[in-house]
């Protein structure tokens, strides 16, 4: 039984050195093995976690001890936030650190999408030499539509309106005048004639039970037939199947979705779409953001424990 415990591949300089110098467990997988991990929560105070870890009322029972959860990363939907602050347990994310990666991934896909580069490059590896097939479309001048202008949604809309791209949101929390809105010279729109307008959509917005499988079959259909979606927050907002069927229909262009219903994800339909890119929830894994996630969680374990105040409380 250690004092902290860390349930899910979190790895950098910074653990390193709270393994040195704290009582740290660490097993990458100790997610999987709900009863094992309920047992070594007797005596833990701090627990460690990224998005696996469904640390839910049962697993925070099974931790008397607990006093800081801390989230490697932004999303906390997999973390039962009230009822561990209702146990007085505190919950620590890192709302910045991986903001931009998840923006500057967001635009490669747009730009993978519009210009077919992933199947020009099957293509080419299989022989083949077709320039006219791949003709892509520029950025330049297109409405790009985002669902959720937080942190992530903004700085990614400030990415694309760098490349001369109009921007519209849709956001429930958003202001008519927003600064950011302001800035880029955007609108805010409801969520039918941003799927209306658009050229590309791109999703960003938190997973909460209002936003679960916001987006179906009847959202798709309504988007221009060569528009773009792209999803890069969290895979169940969206109707997977919903989406899978539209775009047999042709009712849009294409997608690239960073994360799915389901993760890791079963076979499906999509696996087999040319116009479709898949990537395994990579959005937040670059050097600098991981070293930021490590950082931030390092050392708010470290505060707490030493019974500090946190820095990136969640507050709800
Ligand atoms: C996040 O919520 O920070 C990212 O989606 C990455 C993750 O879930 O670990």
């Known amino acids: 039984m250690s004092d902290i415990l860390v349930t899910e591949n979190i790895q950098g300089a910074s653990m390193i050195r709270l393994m040195e110098d704290l009582d740290v467990e660490f097993d990458a997988y100790l997610w999987q093995n709900r009863d094992l991990l309920k047992q070594k929560l ?156 658009s050229d590309v959509i791109s999703c960003h917005s938190p997973l909460t039970p209002d936003t679960r499988k916001m987006l179906t079959y009847s959202h798709f259909s309504q988007m221009k037939p060569d528009a773009f979606f792209i999803n890069t927050s969290r895979g169940e907002v969206v109707d997977e199947r919903g989406l899978t069927q539209a775009l047999l229909e042709h009712k849009l262009a294409g997608a690239a979705l960073d994360v799915r219903e389901t993760e890791p994800p079963e076979q499906s339909p999509l696996n087999q779409m040319e116009n479709v890119i898949l990537t395994p929830h990579i959005a937040a894994f670059t050097v600098e953001a991981q070293e930021r996630v490590v950082d931030s969680v390092c050392e708010d374990v470290r505060l707490v424990l030493s019974g500090k105040p946190a820095i990136n409380v969640f507050k709800p």
């Open 42 to 197: 007797q005596d833990t105070q701090a627990l460690i976690v990224r998005n696996q870890t469904q640390v839910n009322q049962e697993l925070i029972d099974a931790a008397p001890q607990l006093k800081i959860i801390a989230r490697a990363g932004v999303g906390l939907d997999n973390v039962d936030t009230d009822y561990a602050q209702a146990k007085g347990i505190i919950v620590c994310f890192t709302p910045d650190a991986n903001s931009l990666s998840v923006a500057e991934l967001t635009i490669g896909l747009m730009m993978a999408l519009l210009r077919r580069i992933p199947e020009a490059r099957q293509d080419t590896l299989t022989g083949g030499w077709n320039r006219i097939k791949f003709t892509g479309t520029e950025l330049y001048g297109k409405t790009f539509g985002l669902i959720g202008m937080g942190r992530i949604g903004s700085m990614t809309a400030t990415r694309a309106h760098a490349f001369g791209m109009k921007i519209i949101a849709a956001d429930p929390y958003l202001a008519a005048d927003a600064p950011v809105l302001k800035e880029l010279n955007g609108r805010l729109v409801s969520l039918d004639e941003l799927l209306a307008e």
